[in-house]
T-cell receptor
Framework: GQQLNQSPQSMFIQEGEDVSMNCTSSSIFNTWLWYKQDPGEGPVLLIA?????ELTSNGRLTAQFGITRKDSFLNISASIPSDVGIYFCAGLNYGQNFVFGPGTRLSVLP | DAGVIQSPRHEVTEMGQEVTLRCKPI?????LFWYRQTMMRGLELLIYFNNNVPIDDSGMPEDRFSAKMPNASFSTLKIQPSEPRDSAVYFC?????????????FGNGTRLTVT
């Protein structure tokens, strides 16, 4: 079946640093979503991408839909302590269910 | 704007007991999903409903698990009898049918511990 890989699995960064993470698949997707999960909470949608090559921002977050449609990237600029959490990517094709990645766990050191 | 509401937030029970998890989707959302999250397996889709009808239950682990959606505003996931390996966080999510790629909206989950 379809699987998503996320890299890195976890990362520790200093407050103020920029963050980059990615999501890759052996299959193509028509939609990419990025979610963030805070401890003890459910995943919350950050950014949705619907077109290959699309670059979308949401505040300090920027995500891109890869040209090959097999990957997506999420960048966070000037990280702050509340950025701590697990970031999930999800891919979707018509007529199929969402496929979720295993997540990237982000820790921000003050 | 109320999101997806799940109850209880935490459930601790003994092996063999029946467990019922509840979900109220966002009003107007036609599709409802139940996921299970563990450290080992991540987010797993258990079952999803469209217009209150179960569409795909291939992710339900075994016959001990059952789910119902008696109306558009309520769904339950039941485990009977529960086992320690069922311990996980169970999420309900909903989405509108306005487009096939409308994002999922998750509740805050029920953390289940079976001792």
């Amino acid at each position: 079946g379809q699987q998503l890989n996320q890299s890195p699995q976890s990362m520790f960064i200093q407050e103020g640093e920029d963050v980059s993470m990615n999501c890759t698949s052996s299959s193509i997707f028509n939609t990419w979503l990025w979610y963030k999960q805070d401890p003890g909470e459910g995943p919350v949608l950050l950014i949705a991408l619907y077109k290959a090559g699309e670059l979308t921002s949401n505040g300090r977050l920027t995500a891109q839909f890869g040209i090959t449609r097999k990957d997506s990237f999420l960048n966070i600029s000037a990280s702050i302590p509340s950025d701590v959490g697990i970031y999930f990517c999800a891919g979707l094709n018509y007529g199929q269910n969402f496929v979720f990645g295993p997540g990237t766990r982000l820790s921000v050191l003050p | 704007d109320a999101g997806v509401i799940q109850s209880p937030r935490h459930e601790v029970t003994e092996m063999g007991q029946e467990v019922t998890l509840r979900c109220k989707p966002i009003s107007g959302h036609n599709s409802l999903f139940w996921y299970r999250q563990t450290m080992m397996r991540g987010l797993e889709l258990l079952i999803y409903f469209n217009n209150n009808v179960p569409i795909d239950d291939s992710g339900m682990p075994e016959d001990r698990f059952s789910a119902k959606m008696p109306n558009a505003s309520f769904s339950t996931l039941k485990i009977q009898p529960s086992e320690p390996r069922d311990s996980a966080v169970y999420f309900c999510a909903s989405r509108p049918d306005s487009s096939y790629n409308s994002p999922l909206h998750f509740g805050n989950g029920t953390r289940l511990t079976v001792t």
